[in-house]
T-cell receptor, first 109, second 116 residues
Framework: GQSLEQPSEVTAVEGAIVQINCTYQ??????LSWYQQHDGGAPTFLSY????GLEETGRFSSFLSRSDSYGYLLLQELQMKDSASYFC??????????FGTGTRLKVLA | DVKVTQSSRYLVKRTGEKVFLECVQD?????MFWYRQDPGLGLRLIYF???????EKGDIPEGYSVSREKKERFSLILESASTNQTSMYLC???????????????FGPGTRLTVL
């Protein structure tokens, strides 16, 4: 079967660094992407890794290791507005994407 | 400003009714998707379309059908609504992605459907 695993919930304090892991098992692999969703809102794109290594976009970084079928999203200098759900998604074909179940991040003051 | 719109934010229907959920995008995207989102289950793909009149089943197509007569519009149809189809439905669109490249999906605001 195809599956993505990520922690259900992570809690951290403002200003801290948090890492959200994602492991995947899919029949095809067209890269790993991350989406953010605030309560009541639509998912919005954060980052994409097609090759191994680290991608950095401001306070957010994403990492991929294809040999380990593993990636993570790193959030630095946490802010209250970062409280949201974070989804990893794997492209398993040209058109098809599989999403993880989401990690709810709570940022405490 | 790119936009994906869905016909309703909230919808209440009765068991057995035929339900239409409409999605329109203004970005000239080839790909369009319908997901349902349930607590603890994340986003699950129902159907997707990569061109007008073209459609492919996702992971949970049972009880649903779709229609794409125009490039900008993708409709999800519940032929006979059931209580287990109570959920948040999200539409998304994107340009095609190919191995080594990626085009992000743009999501609509969602339709929260309740089937009584």
């Amino acid at each position: 079967g195809q599956s993505l695993e990520q922690p259900s919930e992570v809690t951290a304090v403002e200003g801290a660094i948090v890492q959200i892991n994602c492991t995947y098992q899919t029949s095809g692999f067209y890269g790993l992407s991350w989406y953010q969703q605030h309560d009541g809102g639509a998912p919005t794109f954060l980052s994409y890794n097609g090759l191994d290594g680290l991608e950095e976009t401001g306070r957010f970084s994403s990492f991929l290791s294809r040999s380990d079928s593993y990636g993570y999203l790193l959030l630095q200098e946490l802010q209250m507005k970062d409280s949201a759900s974070y989804f990893c998604a794997v492209g398993s074909g040209t058109y098809k994407y599989i999403f993880g179940t989401g990690t709810r991040l709570k940022v405490l003051a | 400003d790119v936009k994906v719109t869905q016909s309703s934010r909230y919808l209440v229907k009765r068991t057995g009714e035929k339900v239409f959920l409409e999605c329109v995008q203004d970005m000239d995207h080839e790909n369009m998707f319908w997901y349902r989102q349930d607590p603890g289950l994340g986003l699950r793909l129902i159907y997707f379309s990569y061109d007008v009149k073209m459609k492919e089943k996702g992971d949970i197509p049972e009880g649903y059908s779709v229609s794409r007569e125009k490039k900008e519009r993708f409709s999800l149809i519940l032929e006979s609504a059931s209580t287990n189809q109570t959920s948040m439905y999200l539409c998304a669109s994107s340009s095609p992605s190919f191995r080594g490249s990626y085009n992000e999906q743009f999501f609509g605001p969602g339709t929260r459907l309740t089937v009584l």
